[in-house]
């Protein structure tokens, strides 16, 4: 069982260069799926395509779903080989946990759930996009998408209080403008967290124009609200700019190649005339 | 007498983590009015809501303001704790005039006011949402807030330029519109001032489009302005970028261990002449 | 008359710490009636304002225009004593040309010019506003106000491509918009030179929503172009960011303290041991 | 016919500062020419122009493409004084997949395809203006091109991941949206294609109005969307700053003149053990 084990953990894992031809042509048979799901969800929001093809699409729906299932079944058995230091049930947690198994899982739960609860999840399948990033396993891009997460990590602490004053400037303004427009189109500033809709259009410059102040005051704060907008584009920017500048600099100074640097507490003896340094 | 004061101040202010159990309670108790206050702003706003309960709404604004009006009063009473080097009168001015005890003030003022005079300031009950700034202490993000304080504060010169710029365009721009728009639409552009209102939406590139230029030379005008306004992000966001560059070498440079440089301190024999420094 | 001009010299120039009292009131007269030239043609532009006070705004500009008039005719004058080591006539002809000469033209000539071209040039009048440069000397902005324009012209040809890619991207894309949508909506884009508004508020992403594209090709191309206008908007920042950088770092540069540095054409004597460099 | 080449590939290659009078001459010419092309693209765009003059548009188009072809088999001919490496055919070819050469080929192919083919290319006409790049030959930008060219090349994998991301973001929004929406309003979110629109005008800040969510989570996840945005015009233009950043500190890097540096290259006298580096 331990031979069985190995083949399809060297089949479902080891897809890259040095993967088998079964790794490879099982490889091509997930990403197929994974596209033609992905198709199917597009296709079946044109009504009348679903109409016309709906239980076509139920049945490639279930055959997907099964080797998914099958796929993540075989996964969580092979979990063991992937986390070879844990025993044979924290390896299988320690799969379902990680961030590719809670992907897989998203993958097929939304078939399995309508089973139990009276609820509409089929909109979760287009997730299924996500487990593309496991297959191509991006191996390319794996080194950039270090960078930008590392740098947005290294300044949350930062961005975050970008996020708090964006929450506190939405909440103020919508409460001024609940009080300045409210009564003069109730319609469209009717209370405060519907004002939220007007505050976030305005603030992030997208500025639909469906809900738009008239008043003299609404339209000073309205203005307001948008020049502070560029601020809130001008910060995080600011931030992250410089973290990538940060992270460059570190990048670089780590390539520098090793040359005998200046010993860092003092020289025993002189580099030009070779006597000891006490004598000096 | 001292000692009540000194209990008081312990419990109000000392709610970090060496705080008293009693601290503890203290804060909870203030951010939950605080919650209950900010919630109750909003609900307020939903006319079926406030129909309903009005008076219990009332009732909740009169016990929450109480408790909030005995906790400035104890905090003005034991200000001379927070600046002990102040004397008893100018303690209490000091802490009148910080920024919290200003939002404190802020907090309960919207209460008292009308009794005086016959404004509706209601809506100023939001601010207390700056309470919280105070009772999370935000140790944690601190640091962060500080870092962007002072690189927003370090080129506050800059960044006036940049206010001073913006102006001109939108007064340029809005009297050179009102001319061109103002016969066409003299709805949409009726005089100078209301004009300000579409070089705000397109400067800022928020565009509503409720005020936009029919004129060929209108649209040309506005044309500019827009292209002008992505002039208007990059300019801040480059010197925020800048700044922070700054600022986070600025901080490496001081983590640095200091390791023995080439002599800060003079040579011990000058390199020109060969003589002894101190000879020199 | 050498002295005259002196004395007038220094009221009109003077103004600065140093200046004497006449210079003071001098120009607090000359910003006064730049103010009050501001408010009349923002009020003028109010119908039922303009209607009410009609004369009395006449009157009014005629007496600013006359103060103006004396002002750029003493300054013409006194042109001699800015550019003393000019000739008479050079002298004056350099401070016509200069920026602030120019300034102090445009503010009085929509005045004149009516008398002989048929032209309504009043809006040139908020110009002024310009004149206010010169009042507030802005001593303390001037050496940001030099760095931000450094900067700016340091990269003037980085930032040229950016408006030659960005017009570039302008023509084509009003080019193949007009194709695509000009025989669904002759009126949104009746020929190419129109559907620059559309290109205009998709790329700035003003985005006002009164001309859109409603067929199918015309939406993907609409989002190219609102996506690349993200790129135009990152390109420039960029530029700005760095050049910004670039400047602060100059600018520590020249600031650290000029400590013996190590000799460029390397030492003459060891500075460790004092000999000679040959006879290491 | 060798003399003959080289007098041809001089005027049509040689419009340099130390180009002949006809090499100037010629370059006038094509100049005029792509000029009066674009012109009359852009005037025939304009229906009552193009309905008066449609023959004159005719022969001055014939005549436009003559010209250019003739400059196209004449730039062919003499491709070998071009690239003097290689052979006959080998030169020719690399012409004409150059990228000059390619856009030489599309300000002709549009007239000669409709020949062969039934499709209307005239708008290809504008691409035209692309040879432009050619003839100013923009020495004077070349440098800023190519600092902006390799900045984006040298982070083409950082900037792939945020076009990554945003497409990640569309295909998720738009199926979310279409799924709270559709229902509502058939008309604006009919599919998850149609969805896309949306998702741009939002996702880039545009926010044209034409299509708005109207439920309460449409506009939840609109929102989300719209401050979304602000990180997508924050991620690339962080890339893009700290990549000019680096550009010119490497370039400054290299105008240091080399300077006698600590040896580099070894020291004479090992610094620890004071004995000739020879010796080690």
């Not at 970008?162 to 409460?175: A, C, D, E, H, Y």
């Not at 020049?227 to 780590?254: C, D, N, Q, R, Y």
């Amino acid at each position: 069982m331990r031979k069985a084990q190995e083949t399809v953990f060297e089949i479902i894992e080891g897809a890259d260069e040095n993967g088998s031809r079964w790794s490879r042509y099982f490889d091509i048979l997930i990403v197929s799926l994974i596209s033609i799901s992905i198709l199917q969800v597009i296709l079946e929001s044109f009504q009348h395509i679903h109409a016309l093809y709906e239980w076509q699409f139920r049945i490639l729906e279930v055959f997907i779903v099964i080797v998914f299932t099958i796929e993540y079944l075989l996964r969580l058995w092979a979990a063991r080989l992937k986390y070879p230091e844990r025993g044979p049930i924290t390896s299988r947690l320690f799969f379902i946990f990680s961030a590719y198994g809670l992907i897989d899982l998203f993958a097929i739960l939304p078939f399995y759930l309508p089973f139990f609860l009276a609820v509409d999840l089929r909109f979760i399948r287009i997730l299924r996009v996500m487990r593309l990033l496991r297959v191509f396993k991006l191996n390319r891009y794996l080194k950039a998408f270090r960078i930008v997460g590392a740098v947005i990590m290294d300044k949350r602490s930062e961005l975050s209080i970008t996020i708090f004053v964006t929450f506190l400037l939405l909440l103020l303004s919508s409460t001024v403008m609940y009080y300045l427009e409210g009564d003069v189109q109730p319609d469209s500033f009717p209370n405060i967290i519907s004002t939220f809709w007007w505050a976030i259009a305005t603030l992030t410059t997208v500025g639909y124009g469906d809900v738009v102040p008239v008043t003299g005051w609404g339209r000073f704060i309205s203005g307001i609200i948008a020049l502070l907008g560029i601020g809130l584009v001008a910060l995080p920017t600011g931030i992250i700019s410089a973290a990538f500048v940060e992270a460059l600099e570190e990048e670089k100074g780590k390539k520098k190649k090793a040359r005998p640097k200046l010993p860092e507490d003092g020289y025993r003896y002189c580099p030009y005339c070779g006597r000891p340094m006490e004598e000096h």
